[in-house]
């Protein structure tokens, strides 16, 4: 489980098919305090340690199975490509964000960005089957990002980014096109799911 707060930036320093494609993901994170079989989310995705190492920079590998990267925004990383990065939660962390599974449900397209003051205000189109489950100052993670939906119209809704996240995330990078794996919240899964019994 993670919260949706991320804790560094990463950058894709190698990328391998091998029947499943293999990532090097380059970090921050102290690597002596990551287990082999860890969980990291990487934009979001959960995905699992398999190796780590040191040089020329801390890293981590992670193997990304062709599901994976049919159902979220991987199959567009590149060499040097940057990635947000949160480690799994651990008993008694700070729940800053909103709990979040790391199982991507889909990928939203940004559609519009404008300025709002020092924020951001930007656009996104969900798929047609995941739109019923986003509503108006509920939670969504767009490439692993805890945000808050700002309003809905149909299967577009909007969020708003301020500075500070632009600034410790990949926020900042993002143009109008680009593809953003979403997650939308557990709870409103599971409230649309008991609507459909009564």
């Known amino acids: 489980m993670f919260t949706g707060i991320i804790t560094d930036i990463g950058k894709v320093l190698e990328l ?9 993901i380059g970090t921050s994170y102290d690597v002596d305090g990551i287990d082999l079989g860890a969980s990291i989310a990487c934009n979001g995705c959960c995905l699992t340690v398999v190796a780590l190492g040191r040089e020329p920079q801390n890293w981590f590998d992670v193997e990304i199975s062709a599901e994976s990267v049919a159902k979220t925004n991987i199959g567009g990383w590149v060499v ?12 008694g962390d700070e729940l800053g964000g909103h709990i979040v599974s790391g199982h991507v449900d889909g990928v939203a ?13 930007m656009t996104f189109r969900a798929p047609e089957e995941l739109a019923k489950f986003i509503a108006p100052k509920g939670s969504v993670a767009l ?11 149909g299967a577009t809704f909007g969020i708003n980014v301020i500075p500070h996240t632009k600034e410790v995330t990949i926020w ?19 409230v649309a799911r008991l609507r459909e019994w009564d």
């Open 16 to 24: 391998e098919q091998r029947g499943d494609l293999r990532a090097r």
């Open 80 to 91: 040097g490509k940057r990635i947000n990065l949160e480690r799994a939660l651990k008993v």
């Open 109 to 121: 397209d940004l559609i519009a960005m404008t300025t709002e003051g020092d924020s951001t205000r």
């Open 143 to 153: 490439n692993g990002t805890s945000l808050t939906v700002n309003e809905v119209d």
């Open 172 to 190: 900042g990078d993002v143009q109008v096109g680009d593809r953003i794996n979403l997650e939308i919240d557990t709870m409103a899964r599971y």
